[in-house]
């Protein structure tokens, strides 16, 4: 079918370029306009009890949670003199009408302790008006530059102004990584291709597939909430999966056109329709089963996860249609001028892994040669690697995911020095409960361990509306516990939902912890039908899933080991939270294991190929690993500078996605992909090709085999 497709690309190639140009051209323009459509927010389960308790509390009382706490301080003035208090009251004033639902000055609850011990310190707090979290930073966006006071220095802290602290910084973030990789990923491609010319496709591939996935983003805005945090995956899917798709093809066509003289008068149609049979194929699987793996988001309710997947689906998509229309089309044009621009020193080298013999295969031969002993020593460190991930704990955003130096830390770190050790709070809503029920509900909440105090904040009719306080961060363990204390106190009569931060937390990690399962469900029946569908084995795709989880395990080992315990804080530039945030690690779950298959696929398809040639397992492997190692292993040291870009994030979930995912992808593309998969492969023989005789009958005849599988293979002619 590809090799079809590649003859008419051929055929067809200026026109093919020219409606690719012109619909990249439409995309960037509409495409230009998505940031104004997606969202700030979008980090709760709407379905959970945190959620129903702020719904009711919003319907009943307006909202009354503790939104932005404005902190203002004076060396010179108390906050008891005209001049401070002037100041902060000009500013309340002026707040935008609709903005807000309650603020509660310090002069207003002088029970509250909102002056600091000294008087030179203040707070003012405030709740968001709203139906949303989208709604709440965005009213947030609109007092921020209010709340600032003359004549005393203002900080703004609180879980808005931390998520508003880490939008900015993340986009700052985005556009950093994109200028530090975009130019690294040419200079490397120049390295590893040796010609400018096709050091540049890439790069081009790259820039297509985010323009492209932002038009579809938008597109998707008109029917469903987006966060502004796939713009980040797009980013690195796009630029990374580009990467790996034009390596794939550009090397197979060098590959192919070398295998022609050079004075064939149709050299380019042959190699293109040739690599679309190969490499095409191998792109396209790969992108479906990257695709698959990351649909696997959609099944969660918090919309963060599922803007992760949308953006992410879109830009591997795009990707992958660029890499088999734009890039072969631009190949077709060239020819062998694929290689102008060439490195001195690279101008008499032959083509890429044509040696039977070369380091790659003398690996290989190595590895297999004591299968069990590779396996289980491999098997062993990478699980030793793995085991920090044992005693993960989790939690959510707090100030502490932002660097020291950003405004909410700053105010945060204010707070706890003016004011003492930092408190947390919970929202308690009492519904159909007399009075008797709601005075011996608030005994029983102050028996529960931790809990400093219960006060009442509005009651309307049979509502009632409490907040209770204990000491400690919002995100601990302990704090987690006092929650699911609370949970379980009785109200009597009527009925109690719990919310605030810490609710919101647990709530979080409980969803998270709920969906999991049907995730890897949905992800490993999609990989093994994939995978079954390419290659015609019910063994390998059972292999597959299990390397690559073996390998993803040991990635989340080491970012437990640094970012919850604290390890290489110093160096890496952040402060350890003591533990991960819930969504990370799920999502990192889905890009890597798509990322895995990628080049799971790429070298299976060599090895698949060889062996329909040979019949010989053994050879097959060989060749496989000896014709994609240095491809596999280019790939992933282009991919490993587009994402230790985000490596370099300010905010601390986005350094942990980029160095986990770091990790895990030098891991896959050389102890996975030269280790285990020779050895495994060694160890299992024919039985890597068997599935059971229906299956296998109804793979001959309908399978997604290689086009020129038939083609013997022959010394190349050329050079690169």
Do not use: C
């Not at 700052?172 to 010609?195: C, H, M, T």
């Not at 631009?330 to 380091?359: C, N």
């Amino acid at each position: 079918m590809l090799d079809r497709w590649g003859g008419f690309v051929a055929r067809r190639a200026v026109l093919v370029l020219v409606a690719a140009v012109l619909v990249t051209l439409g995309a960037a323009a509409y495409g230009s306009g998505v940031f104004d459509s997606l969202s700030q927010g979008g980090f709760d389960d709407r379905g959970s009890e945190s959620a129903r308790e702020l719904e009711a509390e919003r319907d009943t009382f307006g909202n009354r949670a503790v939104d932005v706490v404005a902190v203002y301080s004076s060396d010179e003035l108390t906050a008891g003199d005209p001049a401070f208090r002037g100041a902060v009251e000009d500013v309340l004033a002026d707040l935008p009408a609709g903005t807000t639902t309650q603020v509660v000055p310090y002069w207003a609850a002088p029970e509250a302790g909102l002056v600091s011990g000294d008087g030179h310190t203040a707070q003012v707090l405030i709740s968001l008006a709203g139906e949303s979290q989208d709604d709440y930073l965005t009213h947030y966006d609109e007092i921020e530059p209010v709340l600032h006071a003359d004549g005393v220095d203002t900080d703004l802290a609180g879980s808005f102004a931390v998520y508003n602290d880490v939008n900015e910084i993340t986009s700052e973030d985005l556009e950093r990584a994109e200028l530090i990789s975009l130019p690294l990923v040419i200079l490397l491609a120049l390295l590893i291709f040796g010609s400018v010319v096709a050091a540049l496709m890439p790069a081009m591939v790259g820039v297509v597939a985010m323009v492209g996935a932002l038009a579809v983003v938008r597109l998707l805005t008109n029917a469903t909430e987006v966060s502004v945090f796939a713009v980040n995956v797009i980013s690195l899917l796009g630029i990374g999966l580009a990467i790996d798709y034009a390596l794939f093809v550009i090397s197979r066509f060098r590959e192919e056109l070398a295998l022609l003289p050079a004075d064939h008068p149709d050299a380019s149609a042959i190699a293109i329709r040739r690599t679309m049979g190969t490499a095409g194929r191998t792109v396209l699987f790969s992108g479906l089963t990257v695709a698959a793996a990351l649909a696997s988001l959609l099944i969660f309710p918090q919309a963060f996860l599922k803007s992760m997947g949308y953006g992410g689906i879109a830009a591997v998509l795009v990707a992958m249609v660029a890499a088999l229309t734009i890039l072969p089309a631009t190949l077709k044009l060239l020819g062998r001028r694929i290689d102008a621009g060439r490195l001195p020193w690279r101008r008499h080298q032959a083509v890429s892994g044509a040696d039977e013999h070369g380091r790659w295969a003398r690996l290989a031969r190595a590895v297999m040669r004591r299968p069990v002993a590779v396996i289980v020593a491999t098997v062993a460190v990478l699980l030793v690697i793995a085991s920090p991930f044992l005693g993960a704990q989790w939690g959510s955003v707090d100030h502490r995911v932002l660097p020291e130096d950003a405004p909410a830390h700053q105010a945060q770190a204010l707070l706890s020095e003016e004011f003492g050790a930092e408190t947390s709070t919970a929202n308690l809503l009492l519904q159909g409960a007399d009075e008797a029920d709601v005075a011996s509900y608030v005994r029983a909440v102050e028996q529960v361990p931790g809990i400093v105090s219960v006060a009442p904040v509005d009651q309307s009719g049979d509502t009632t509306l409490l907040r209770a306080t204990w000491e400690g961060n919002s995100q601990s363990e302990e704090s987690q516990a006092v929650v699911a204390e609370l949970r379980q106190v009785d109200p009597g009569s009527g009925t109690a939902l719990v919310g605030g931060l810490t609710a919101d937390t647990v709530d979080l990690i409980d969803s998270v912890g709920a969906h999991l399962p049907w995730m890897g469900l949905i992800v490993v029946v999609v990989m093994l039908g994939l995978l079954f569908v390419a290659f015609g084995s019910v063994v390998l795709p059972v292999k597959a899933v299990v390397m690559n989880l073996v390998s993803i395990t040991a990635s989340f080992g080491v970012v437990t080991w640094i970012f919850s315990d604290g390890h290489l804080a110093e160096q890496l530039g952040f402060v350890s939270q003591g533990y991960l945030d819930a969504t990370m690690p799920i999502l990192m779950l889905a890009i890597l294991f798509g990322l895995s298959m990628d080049y799971e696929v790429f070298l299976l398809s060599r090895i698949r190929e060889q062996y329909d040639l040979t019949g010989d397992n053994d050879e097959a492997v060989v060749t496989g690993v000896q014709k994609t190692g240095r491809i596999i292993t280019s790939a992933a040291l282009l991919l490993a500078v587009v994402i230790g870009a985000f490596g370099l994030s300010g905010i601390v979930f986005m350094k942990m996605l980029g160095i986990g995912m770091l990790v895990a992808l030098l891991i896959d593309a050389t102890v996975v992909r030269a280790v285990l998969v020779p050895a495994t492969m060694k160890l299992l023989g024919r039985w890597n090709w068997w599935a059971p005789a229906p299956m296998l009958r109804w793979w001959e005849r309908h399978g997604f085999r290689e086009s020129d599988a038939e083609r013997p293979e022959r010394e190349p002619v050329g050079v690169v």
